[in-house]
T-cell receptor, first 108, second 115 residues
Framework: EDQVTQSPEALRLQEGESSSLNCSYTVSGLRGLFWYRQDPGKGPEFLFTLYSAGEEKEKERLKATLTKKESFLHITAPKPEDSATYLCAVRSRGKLTFGQGTILTVHP | SQTIHQWPATLVQPVGSPLSLECTVEGTSNPNLYWYRQAAGRGLQLLFYSVGIGQISSEVPQNLSASRPQDRQFILSSKKLLLSDSGFYLC??????????????FGNGTRLTVT
């Protein structure tokens, strides 16, 4: 059975304090790994798709990387508006499995 | 560009009452459509998905049903709500099934509280 584990469950940062979120996965035949941002009371917003180990994607202060067993979402010099829940999901054989998410809070 | 509309945003219903949540997608044809439920502090649980009109696959046997009467319309229903049906319901779409690595795009959800 496919499994996706995100850590930490919650992360508190000071504005400007860079850090990383982790998404570890166990799947049979990875077809893609997806990162989403979810604000309270809203639906998840798509951020990145990663397909193969070694791939990297960037968007503003966010950078996603992928290895054969995990993905990292690096946040550089975060701002309070980066506060949200970050979800990762993996697709294998047409099935999409979500992690539980990391709640990120950035204090000014 | 593609947009997804989901309504209502919030809903409070008594136990035993019926439910109908609607989702429509604009700007794309023949999308794959999905209903997810997100319980507080938990991940997303896939309830139903559809690859075409009238084609519904159920992932979790429960008190809910789904229908796709039109290409870009997806409806989640229940004849009699249970307390356990409370949660945050999300509709999503993706490009057709030949692209297994395509991301899902979500609506803004419906917060359902069954009292």
């Amino acid at each position: 059975e496919d499994q996706v584990t995100q850590s930490p469950e919650a992360l508190r940062l000071q504005e400007g304090e860079s850090s990383s979120l982790n998404c570890s996965y166990t799947v049979s035949g990875l077809r893609g790994l997806f990162w989403y941002r979810q604000d309270p009371g809203k639906g998840p917003e798509f951020l990145f798709t990663l397909y193969s180990a070694g791939e990297e994607k960037e968007k503003e202060r966010l950078k996603a990387t992928l290895t054969k067993k995990e993905s990292f979402l690096h946040i550089t010099a975060p701002k309070p508006e980066d506060s949200a829940t970050y979800l990762c999901a993996v697709r294998s054989r047409g099935k999409l499995t979500f992690g539980q998410g990391t709640i990120l809070t950035v204090h000014p | 560009s593609q947009t997804i509309h989901q309504w209502p945003a919030t809903l409070v219903q008594p136990v035993g009452s019926p439910l109908s949540l609607e989702c429509t997608v604009e700007g794309t044809s023949n999308p794959n459509l999905y209903w997810y439920r997100q319980a507080a502090g938990r991940g997303l649980q896939l309830l139903f998905y559809s690859v075409g009109i009238g084609q519904i696959s159920s992932e979790v046997p429960q008190n809910l049903s789904a229908s796709r009467p039109q290409d870009r319309q997806f409806i989640l229903s229940s004849k009699k709500l249970l307390l356990s049906d409370s949660g945050f319901y999300l509709c999503a779409w993706s490009i057709p099934a030949s692209s297994y690595n395509s991301p899902l795009h979500f609506g803004n959800g419906t917060r359902l509280t069954v009292t």
